[in-house]
């Protein structure tokens, strides 16, 4: 049982560049979220998913794109990045209502120059 | 909308010295109230939880109170370990949201030397 897996750990990119950063969980969760840490800011909503096909925006989603095709996977598209993406990357996943606990991945540390 | 502000740090602390990081929250109704912990290089991991006013959330030695007259939910530990340096970070989901939101505070970094 992995939890909540995040690849890449580190990732560069250069303004205007694309990428997608991965999330999967192995626990069968209907819900997973992306979050970005930022420093004296704490952690900020951007995507969020209660099932497969089913997507919403949360706090900060403008720049991100977000699709959910089966249970297990999560992934986060930054279309064209911008330094001020610049960031750390957590994924979460949750089990249903009664579950009130959220799982975090490791992160994936993004620098865009 | 609902937010959490909770003690700026950084807070350096000895071993076994007492430790309190103040959290207060805005929102409506009853929300969930949790304290979750990153260790250096890690992701976040719950630390503990309240769902109503008065209870009590503990874990590893760590104890929070939902305070519902305060808008409140401060953490304390009675005596600290170098293991427990790390950020912490309260945090609340609406009472309507299943859990599913959370809104996290700033964060507060603690450092524990021997």
């Known amino acids: 049982n992995a939890g909540v897996t995040q690849t890449p750990k580190f990732q560069v990119l250069k303004t205007g560049q694309s990428m997608t950063l991965q999330c999967a969980q192995d626990?069968?969760?209907?819900?997973m979220s992306w979050y970005r840490q930022d420093p004296g800011m704490g952690l900020r909503l951007i995507h969020y998913?209660?099932?497969?096909?089913?997507?919403d925006q949360g706090e900060v989603p403008n720049g991100y794109n977000v699709s959910r095709s089966t249970t297990e996977d999560f992934p986060l598209r930054l279309l064209s990045a911008a330094p001020s993406q610049t960031s750390v990357y957590f994924c979460?996943?949750?089990?249903?209502?009664?579950?009130?606990?959220?799982?975090f991945g490791p992160g994936t540390r993004l620098t865009v120059t | 909308g609902d937010s959490v502000t909770q003690m700026e740090g950084p807070v350096t602390l000895s071993e076994e010295a007492f430790l309190t990081i103040n959290c207060t929250y805005t929102?409506?109704?009853?929300?969930?109230l949790f304290w979750y912990v990153q260790y250096p290089g890690e992701g976040l991991q719950l630390l503990l939880k309240?769902?109503?006013?008065?209870d009590k959330g503990s874990n590893k030695g760590f104890e929070a109170t939902y305070r519902k007259e305060t808008t409140s939910f401060h953490l304390e530990k009675g005596s600290v370990q170098v293991s427990d340096s790390a950020v912490y970070f309260c945090?609340?989901?609406?009472?309507?949201?299943?859990?599913?939101?959370?809104?996290f505070g700033a964060g507060t970094t603690v450092t524990v030397r021997a």
């Open positions: 309240a769902t109503k006013a008065d």
């Open positions: 998913s209660v099932g497969a096909g089913i997507t």
């Open positions: 929102a409506t109704g009853y929300p969930s």
């Open positions: 979460a996943s949750k089990g249903d209502r009664g579950h009130y606990e959220q799982y």
């Open positions: 626990m069968n969760h209907e819900y």
């Open positions: 945090a609340l989901s609406p009472f309507f949201s299943n859990d599913y939101k959370l809104s």
